[in-house]
């Protein structure tokens, strides 16, 4: 039997020359545009403004190498939702959850389009997601939502599944139900999404500098202009994006604003075509499931299984390190709860296991703003859902940094600030207590305690 490795496999995958390779800053530039940070949220600000104004000079500048942190070793679900969730919407933002909704729907769209439109090949299958009950009480939840969607006109997109129907379409015992979002998802590789979108940046005339951490952030009042410091170079630009996710931000008004939650996958060797043949999943949806703490697990190109969540570990002091990627415990329990989900694959083994950081904020979604008299503009705060907004977020972003005023920047959800986390070590008690009421609200029928129905009253709540 072979040992798991601990690696990300998406990394792993990767044509060969996709990775690294690509010069440090070690000079100094003067451009338009200067993006801080090579994942997602950066390499998006960077093709697109190159879209928006060919003849711009945009340069992007990231620590390591492109797509190494959260935008290469997540699961691939790149979903329409920008608010992490309809629930979690309408509790913030009733009024414009229609609105939200129809430009979540567009983004992603435009995202399966980008394959075509800028030649990329990242994987894009629009199968949808699942969502099945394991505990008789989300049953109701889930005609609830099958029958709002019906309300909205949507029921051929959102399809309640009964339990025959649903171990139909994916044969789990664990399986009392389900709903299935027919348009709201597409699954991608998420390391080829990065990679891609770093080689049509650079086609675009996009210059990329790995290896270039940022150490400060300058803006000369007399100049009009926003410098980026590196240890060897820097770039003065007339504006600058700042996508660096869940690392400390380079401004200080935003220190308090996100914490890095640690979240840990397991990756499964090919199944065979029996086994395969034995868990069905023809439709080849990503899945999550009902609780709080939530599984979330899906297919790859290979047809191994990706299988992850449940567990998401706070450590002290706000710090990413790479200590706290290893963690055997929960690597542990999700094998065990991998093989309760499909008991027919029992011997089935796992290749990889890996962990990264989420950077959450307390409105569990992406937060917007400009700095330094409009020099600046970042997002942050994805909260696990970044891989399909981040596009709308650099879009969002470009428009902020040209002033436009539309249908995104006229968003609360652009326009507002959520509150920020507080220090150590308020931070660390009030985040673990969350999530021991979460785990305890998932074994007592869904029911919320004080602290949970308390963050509910005061819009810190949140229910997955």
């Known amino acids: 039997m072979k040992p798991t490795r601990q690696a990300v496999f998406w990394l792993e995958d990767l044509p060969e020359g996709a990775v690294g390779g690509r010069p440090k800053l070690t000079r100094t530039i003067v451009a338009d545009l ?41 699961g691939g679900f790149c979903e329409s939702s920008l608010t992490h969730g309809d629930e979690n919407g309408m509790a913030r933002w009733p009024d414009e959850m ?3 909704h129809r430009l979540g729907l567009e983004n992603l769209d435009a995202i399966e389009a980008s394959e075509a439109e800028l030649g990329m090949d990242f994987h894009f299958e629009r199968t949808g997601q699942l969502a099945p009950a394991i505990e008789e009480h989300q049953l109701e939840w889930l005609r609830e939502w099958a029958d709002e969607a019906a309300a909205r006109g949507e029921g051929d997109e959102v399809v309640y599944l009964d339990e025959h ?13 389900g709903v299935w ?23 675009l005339g996009v210059e990329v500098f790995e290896h270039s951490p940022v150490k400060r952030l300058e803006t000369p009042g007399s100049t009009g202009a926003v410098s980026v410091v590196t240890e ?34 397991l990756m499964t060797e090919p199944l065979s075509e029996q086994q395969l043949e034995s868990i069905g999943w023809r439709d080849r949806q990503g899945i999550g499931d009902m609780a709080n703490q939530f599984h979330y697990y899906r297919l790859s190109k290979d047809n191994r299984i990706l299988f992850g969540g449940y567990d998401a570990i706070y450590h002290y002091g706000r710090r990413v390190r790479s200590g706290y990627e290893r963690r055997p415990e929960t690597w542990n329990t999700l094998a065990n709860h991998f093989f309760t989900t499909f008991p027919q694959l029992e011997g089935l083994q796992f290749s990889h296991q890996w962990a990264g950081a989420i ?12 700095a330094r008299d409009h020099r600046v503009a970042y997002a942050a705060g994805f909260t696990g859902l970044g891989v399909g907004s981040t596009r709308f977020a650099a879009e969002t972003m470009l428009d ?17 600030r959520p509150l920020p986390f507080p220090p150590e070590p308020a931070a660390s008690i009030g985040i673990n207590a969350t999530r021991w009421s979460l785990d305890r609200a998932d074994h007592n029928r869904g029911k919320r305690n004080v602290l949970l129905k308390t963050l509910d009253a005061l819009g810190l709540g949140f229910d997955s």
């Open 34 to 74: 200067v993006v801080v940070g090579g994942g997602y949220t950066g390499l998006w600000s960077a093709v697109l403004a190159k879209r928006r104004n060919p003849g711009a000079r945009v340069v992007l500048v990231e620590a390591k190498s492109i797509g190494w942190a959260a935008s290469g070793r997540n």
């Open 232 to 265: 060897h170079g820097r770039v003065d630009a007339t504006h600058a994006v700042l996508g660096t996710n869940v690392f400390p931000s380079l401004l200080k008004r935003n220190r308090l604003m996100t914490v890095p939650v640690y979240d840990y996958v």
């Open 165 to 177: 129907e649903v171990q139909a379409s994916v044969a789990s015992p664990t399986y009392l139900g």
């Open 181 to 203: 979002e027919k348009r709201t998802n597409g699954m991608v590789h998420p390391a080829r999404l990065a990679s891609e979108l770093a080689r049509v940046a650079e086609e």
């Open 98 to 100: 229609p609105l939200l």
């Open 359 to 370: 950077d959450t904020s307390t409105q569990f979604t992406a937060f917007f703003g400009t």
């Open 400 to 416: 902020l940094l040209e002033r436009r005023d539309n249908e995104r920047t006229q968003l609360e959800m652009v326009r507002k």
